[in-house]
């Protein structure tokens, strides 16, 4: 997927055998980017920051799960050494400190070599807003898949990285120990639905949607 905007420019990287969408999202004039969930194949997402010559200023992580956050580590390492500047690593709420420490632990798991445990500058909070690339972006926590889960919103330009929260028909998975979908439910009808029904999810696999659209067909969000 790759998205046009008066300025800017997203493009969707799945990544992954889970086939995670890692977003890359640049300003035209600029040519400074960010990264949102790279969650492996980081000399796959070399190659297209290199071939559309971007410089790299912050990896933006919506939660700690391994096809999100797998691949951090690795492009931090490869964006330092081509740019001769590290990105700064942007994490979601603290709570996902433990999922981002197990990666690797996640990874054997699956039988997935090359994921990296996750380490960030800065972990986010509901209600943060993030200055990158000229933009604003406001953080909204959104537990439940896991705990520290995190949604990025860009009011002016009307989207949203959404991560593993909400999808086309439905949510994010709460099956683990630690998740919760009377929570996840209750999040996304109190925080994000509010933004309006012309706001883009971009979420973690799949293709993209509207809150509109959720908030009249996705059984968990319809009222009643």
Request: glycine residues 10%; negative net charge; hydrophobic residues 40%.
């Amino acid at each position: 997927m790759h998205l046009v905007y008066p300025d800017m420019q997203l493009q969707v990287l799945p990544v992954t055998p889970f086939r995670q969408n890692c977003s890359l999202l640049w300003d035209e004039n600029t040519r400074h980017a960010l990264v949102v969930d790279p969650g492996g194949d980081a000399d796959f997402l070399m190659e297209v920051i290199r071939k559309r010559g971007l410089t790299v200023d912050a990896i933006l992580i919506t939660h700690g799960h391994l096809d999100h956050a797998g691949g951090v580590a690795p492009l931090y390492r490869a964006l330092a050494k081509e740019q001769g500047k590290a990105p700064t690593v942007i994490g979601p709420d603290k709570q996902d400190q433990f999922l981002l420490s197990s990666i690797v632990d996640q990874a054997r798991h699956f039988g997935l070599p090359g994921l990296e445990n996750a380490t960030v500058d800065q972990y986010t909070q509901d209600g943060d807003r993030l200055e990158l690339l000229g933009r604003t972006f406001l953080v909204r926590h959104i537990p439940g898949h896991t705990p520290g889960h995190v949604v990025f919103v860009d009011e002016k330009a009307r989207f949203a990285f959404a991560g593993d929260t909400l999808f086309r028909g439905t949510i994010g998975r709460t099956d683990f120990p630690y998740g919760n979908s009377s929570l996840l439910i209750c999040n996304l009808k109190e925080k994000l639905l509010p933004l309006g029904d012309d706001i883009v999810i971009m979420p973690g696999h799949g293709g993209s949607t509207s809150l509109g659209e959720e908030r009249v067909n996705n059984p968990f969000l319809r009222a009643g």
